[in-house]
């Protein structure tokens, strides 16, 4: 069962991504981005990483993505426009190149796990021999506390920035241009 739930969770993040990228509708968009951000957090619950997955939803799902929903929604429509026309000029590959490249990508990673499979790493071996395995029950939660408030606060802080960042660009969304 657990398995199935697994793949269940990768089938939805790979196809609500691909949805994301392909839709054209930015408000269907944004709503499969929901999904994806939501299926990624119960992958990294079934890598027991129980913090990362509710970071996850607390933090992309509670706060980026909300804020551009608002942006959406507050925006007009005319500047919309304006950026699905220059979306288009930097990277505009035909199809079959995109899906070229989608193949190469996926004969990297393909390849990179038929090796992982012949031969676990030196340092996950020694790790195990160690005993320096995540388990279940482990409290991980004290441990990354201390590491943001001490090790990590610089990075902590640059995703603060970042996120006030994001509300500052809704707010600009949102703002009416005046009429000349």
């Given at each position: 069962m657990e398995e199935f739930i697994f793949y269940a969770f990768a089938a939805l993040a790979i196809g609500s991504a691909l949805l994301v990228?392909?839709?054209?509708?930015?408000?269907?968009?944004?709503?499969?981005?929901?999904?994806?951000?939501?299926?990624?957090?119960?992958l990294f619950i079934f890598a027991l990483a129980d913090f990362v997955a509710i970071t996850q939803i607390m933090?992309?799902?509670?706060?980026?993505?909300?804020?551009?929903?608002?942006?959406?929604?507050?925006?007009n429509k005319e500047l919309l426009k304006s950026l699905q026309q220059l979306s288009g000029r930097w990277i505009n590959l035909p199809n079959w190149q995109s899906l070229l490249l989608v193949l190469g990508?996926?004969?990297?990673?393909?390849?990179?796990?038929?090796e992982w499979q012949q031969q676990t790493p030196e340092w996950i071996v020694q790790n195990i021999k160690q005993?320096?395995?995540?388990?279940?029950?482990?409290?991980?939660?004290?441990?990354?506390?201390?590491?943001?408030?001490?090790?990590?606060?610089l990075p902590f802080e640059v995703i603060s920035v970042?996120?006030?960042?994001?509300?500052?660009?809704?707010?600009?969304?949102?703002?009416?241009?005046e009429q000349r």
């Open positions: 990228v392909s839709l054209k509708n930015t408000a269907r968009a944004l709503f499969l981005f929901f999904v994806t951000l939501f299926s990624m957090a119960g933090v992309y799902v509670g706060g980026v993505l909300i804020l551009m929903l608002f942006a959406f929604m507050l925006s990508f996926l004969a990297v990673m393909l390849w990179g796990i038929i005993g320096n395995i995540i388990q279940p029950n482990d409290n991980n939660v004290q441990q990354l506390g201390l590491r943001f408030m001490t090790q990590y606060v970042f996120l006030l960042m994001v509300l500052i660009g809704a707010a600009h969304l949102s703002r009416k241009e």
